[in-house]
């Protein structure tokens, strides 16, 4: 158990489909990620919010979509996906968005878009 | 920019063998240093870090120091064990930015055999 709690597991979407990402913490932390993980590449940072507030958003497609209505939730919204946004998404927390402090990552979904 | 190159996987040993898993990166500032660990289907773990040159980081047998002269972080285990098989990611933060830009390798897959 991280800590850190992802819902769906797997998720297989068609491509005009509208689905959402969840993600939940209750280690208390002020900041929150989501990273996208595809085979042979680097782990993708997508957007990282600090307090609730949006830091970070790395040039991402706008149809993702994310949204934090509080401290310990994080979702990210899907719509008009493509095939190659098929990959393992990851949620992580951290007490804050320091450099040395470290991420507690949630297990993913799986994401499939057909 | 910042960039972490770790050895291409995947790694295959036998149980009881010394593992070495490579580790090199490029940063403008001071950064942190990490080793993530992903078993079959969780999410990273943090394994180890190190914040400062020469500092050692440790945890479950593994260790790997920051070596700020040849800009390396390489992962050291004396005995494996079948338990290790998993996926391994070097990171590193940099003190400039905090986790907003925390940069990962492309992970490096060992697989340890009885």
């Known amino acids: 158990e991280t800590g850190v709690t992802q819902t769906p597991r797997h998720l297989v979407m068609g491509m005009t489909n509208k689905k959402s990402l969840k993600c939940e913490q209750h280690?208390?932390?002020?900041?929150m990620y989501w990273y996208k993980q595809s085979a042979k590449k680097p782990l993708e940072l997508m957007f990282v919010?600090?307090?609730?507030?949006?830091?970070e958003n790395n040039s991402v497609p706008s149809r993702f979509s994310p949204e934090c209505p509080n401290s310990s939730h994080l979702f990210l919204h899907l719509h008009t996906l493509q095939p190659e946004d098929s990959a393992l998404y990851l949620c992580?927390?951290?007490?804050?968005?320091?450099?040395?402090?470290?991420?507690?990552f949630g297990n993913g979904t799986r994401l499939t878009v057909t | 920019g910042d960039s972490v190159t770790q050895m291409e996987g995947p790694v295959t040993l036998s149980e009881e063998a010394f593992l070495t898993i490579n580790c090199t990166y490029t940063?403008?500032?001071?950064?942190?240093l990490f080793w993530y660990v992903q078993y079959p289907g969780e999410g990273l773990q943090l394994l180890l870090k190190?914040?400062?040159?020469?500092d050692k980081g440790s945890n479950k047998g593994f260790e790997a120091t920051y070596r700020k002269e040849t800009t390396s972080f390489h992962l050291e285990k004396g005995s494996v064990q079948v338990s290790d098989s998993a996926v391994y990611f070097c990171a590193l933060s940099d003190l400039s930015f905090g986790n907003e830009k925390l940069t990962f390798g492309t992970g490096t897959r060992l697989t340890i055999i009885p």
């Open positions: 919010y600090s307090l609730e507030e949006r830091v």
């Open positions: 280690l208390g932390h002020n900041a």
């Open positions: 190190a914040t400062k040159a020469d």
């Open positions: 992580a927390s951290s007490p804050q968005s320091s450099y040395n402090s470290p991420l507690h």
């Open positions: 940063a403008t500032g001071y950064p942190s």
